[in-house]
């Protein structure tokens, strides 16, 4: 067993922390406060590579692993969790399933469009009543000749607004339940498909959060993903690799109030010395540190179980679960090490604490996550 990280993986580290601490830290404020992530940035992040980092590069992508995705996803969260699920969404959420269940003619017309960050891509499941319990949904589909016609709604889709590429799940039958479902590449800029709203959030402010209305939506039948009628087994193995990339997210958010909150607690003083003498601080500062390690042990473990093609689901839902309560604890603390300036936006501690809820509900809840770690320990 190795803990350290390869020379590879260190120089993939090093040249992306570089890369947010010049280009995406400066930035993260005004994201949070204009709720955007400015074109030119998400350009950037298309040529380092960043939105595909474990797509094979005859598709465009960076040819790494998922391991190297995680690392792009922690650190880039570090300074600014909205770039953090942007790049999480588009790569696991999208391009991830096109990649394991497309075709070749799928994964050469739709991959190199998102390696690239011409096209955002996203994952239309969740719907209004249709959350937790995916296999509810209630978007339908029928055949019609060449396509397939799509009519319902979606909410809650993370880089909706950017109207790129999405994997969509419809039901053809929803008497058949999860077996009803089928899930199809569609073109978000396409007749049929409207913006009911982007939403307006508690954190990670500077994503979006779309809300769309499906009005007989054609998609030619070639977009069809997978097996009709496979499309929630699409949704499942899309989400399991989809929540190491939420854990490596809530990972970065950790560090980042982390990293804050201990060179505070050295600069500030009260009652003449440094915080951090006190034993008060000292003692939040170690829980702090060994919540974060676990949880980067257990979101690099479940990465490199999927690069070794072995089964990961329970380690992606505990390295969720984990890392998500852990990015709540810390930033909870830092805000609080930083007293009464953590309440103001300028030290950003506040806008970390506001971003990392979010962790914890999206890509499953983490009730969700329990219930998906206890039924394989009982089965
Ligand atoms: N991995 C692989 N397969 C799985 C699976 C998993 N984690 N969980 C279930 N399955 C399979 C089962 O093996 C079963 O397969 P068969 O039909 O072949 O036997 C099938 O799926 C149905 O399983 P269940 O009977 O257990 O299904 P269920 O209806 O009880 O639901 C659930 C299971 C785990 C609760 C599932 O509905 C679930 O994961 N819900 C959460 C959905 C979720 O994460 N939503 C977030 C949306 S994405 C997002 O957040 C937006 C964003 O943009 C960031």
Redo the contacts with the bound molecule.
């Keep these: 067993m190795n803990f350290e990280l390869s020379q590879d993986h260190k120089v993939l580290r090093d040249s992306v922390r570089d890369f947010v601490n010049n280009e995406i830290k400066p930035l993260a404020m005004e994201i949070d406060e204009k709720h955007a992530i400015p074109d030119t940035l998400v350009q950037q992040m298309g040529e380092m590579g960043l939105l595909g980092s474990y797509l094979p590069e005859e598709y465009g992508g960076a040819g790494m692993d998922m391991l190297s995705y995680a690392i792009v996803v922690e650190e880039v969260s570090k300074a600014c969790a909205s770039s953090g699920?942007l790049i999480s969404?588009h790569t696991s959420?999208c391009s991830g399933p096109i990649l394991t269940f497309g075709t070749e003619e799928q994964k050469q017309k739709w991959l190199p469009d998102l390696n690239s960050g011409e096209k955002i891509g996203?994952?239309l499941?969740?719907e209004p009543d249709a959350?937790?319990?995916?296999?509810g949904t209630a978007t339908t589909y029928r055949r019609e000749g060449d396509e397939f016609v799509i009519n319902g709604s979606k909410i809650?889709?993370?880089n909706g607004g950017f109207l790129g590429t999405g994997v969509v799940l419809a039901s053809f039958d929803r008497s058949l339940k999860?077996?009803g479902i089928s899930a199809f590449i569609v073109d978000l800029n396409s007749p049929g498909v409207s913006i009911l709203k982007n939403e307006n959030k508690m954190g990670i402010r500077g994503s979006y959060t779309t809300a769309f209305a499906l009005d007989d939506l054609r998609v030619p039948a070639e977009n069809l993903l997978g097996k009709e009628g496979k499309g929630?087994?699409v949704a499942?193995?899309t989400?399991?690799g989809?929540r190491i990339g939420i854990a490596a997210q809530a990972l970065g958010i950790a560090e980042g109030a982390f990293e804050r909150a201990l060179a505070y607690s050295k600069e500030r003083k009260q009652f003449g010395q440094a915080i951090c003498d006190f034993q008060t601080i000292q003692f939040k500062l170690a829980d702090m540190k060994t919540r974060i390690e676990t949880s980067k042990l257990l979101t690099y473990k479940a990465a490199c179980l999927k690069d070794a093609g072995q089964n990961y689901?329970m380690e992606s839902a505990m390295c969720k679960m984990h890392a998500s309560e852990t990015a709540t604890y810390v930033t909870k603390e830092a805000l609080q090490i930083h007293g009464g300036y953590g309440y103001i936006a300028d030290y950003e501690v506040e806008r970390m604490y506001r971003d990392a809820k979010i962790t914890e509900i999206?890509?499953?809840t983490n009730e969700?996550q329990r219930?998906?770690i206890s039924?394989l320990l009982l089965s």
């Design positions: 699920v969404a959420l996203c994952f499941l969740t959350g937790s319990d995916a296999g809650f889709i993370t999860h077996k929630f087994n499942m193995d989400l399991n989809g689901t999206y890509e499953g969700i219930v998906v039924k």
